[in-house]
């Protein structure tokens, strides 16, 4: 029992969200379509509370057995509760309280957790340029190819490498844009995407036929 529920509920979910998409959303399957979406969007806030608990009780775990790193981890959970204490709080106890401007919630999103993320993205870029310096080098013809195009790319993207590409004749930037983003990479990101889409619907199709079983902690 404990296995066959989970199976039967994941095939009926799942065929009601695939037929639905040849009925209308009057319809009955489409009812009942949109009442799943709304149990998934329930289902996913419950989710992310779990995941809150998760981190917490990882992190606490961490700080009692003073783990390597476990400062850190002191960090983490003082940011979850300051983030979370002040946002549930009711705003009839203190204007500073709820998600609107001026609040607890507001100031730390603006004044350090923004901060944080340009600092990590803008970190991110040094690795990216590291790793571009190890792959794009011109050990063969296609290798030249991808090192010529992506250092064109690049000063495109920056705007003293536009002025410097306006110079040459023949307007380099606008046939950059149309027959190297446009043609060439779209067609590859197109190839990616379709690859993904094969692979989800494959998993979907596994789960939904009870042959995949990891959501159930199976292999």
């Keep these: 029992?404990?296995?066959?529920?989970?199976?039967?509920?994941?095939?009926?979910?799942?065929?009601?969200?695939?037929?639905?998409?040849?009925?209308?959303?009057?319809?009955?399957?489409?009812?009942?379509?949109?009442?799943?979406?709304?149990?998934?969007?329930?289902?996913?806030?419950?989710?992310?509370?779990?995941?809150?608990?998760?981190?917490?009780?990882?992190?606490?775990?961490?700080?009692?057995?003073?783990?390597?790193?476990?400062?850190?981890?002191?960090?983490?959970?003082?940011?979850?509760?300051?983030?979370?204490?002040?946002?549930?709080?009711?705003?009839?106890?203190?204007?500073?309280?709820?998600?609107?401007?001026?609040?607890?919630?507001?100031?730390?999103?603006?004044?350090?957790?923004?901060?944080m993320m340009s600092t990590m993205f803008a970190t991110l870029a040094f690795y990216i340029a590291s790793a571009a310096h190890r792959a794009f080098r011109a050990r063969s013809a296609e290798a030249t190819i991808l090192l010529i195009t992506a250092c064109a790319i690049m000063l495109w993207r920056i705007p003293m490498g536009e002025a410097m590409l306006n110079m040459i004749p023949g307007d380099l930037p606008s046939w950059l844009n149309t027959y190297v983003m446009g043609g060439a990479n779209m067609a590859v990101q197109r190839g990616i995407i379709i690859g993904a889409a094969l692979g989800a619907a494959s998993m979907s199709l596994r789960i939904i036929l009870g042959i995949e079983r990891m959501y159930m902690g199976k292999g």
């Design 1 to 115: 029992m404990r296995t066959s529920l989970p199976i039967a509920v994941a095939f009926i979910s799942g065929l009601v969200l695939v037929v639905a998409f040849f009925f209308r959303d009057d319809s009955l399957i489409g009812s009942l379509r949109q009442e799943f979406i709304v149990w998934l969007t329930i289902i996913g806030g419950f989710t992310l509370l779990l995941g809150v608990v998760s981190i917490v009780r990882v992190s606490w775990t961490a700080v009692k057995r003073r783990k390597e790193g476990w400062f850190y981890k002191i960090l983490t959970l003082l940011g979850v509760f300051a983030m979370a204490i002040p946002a549930v709080l009711p705003v009839s106890w203190s204007p500073l309280f709820g998600r609107s401007d001026g609040t607890i919630y507001d100031w730390l999103f603006n004044y350090m957790q923004s901060p």
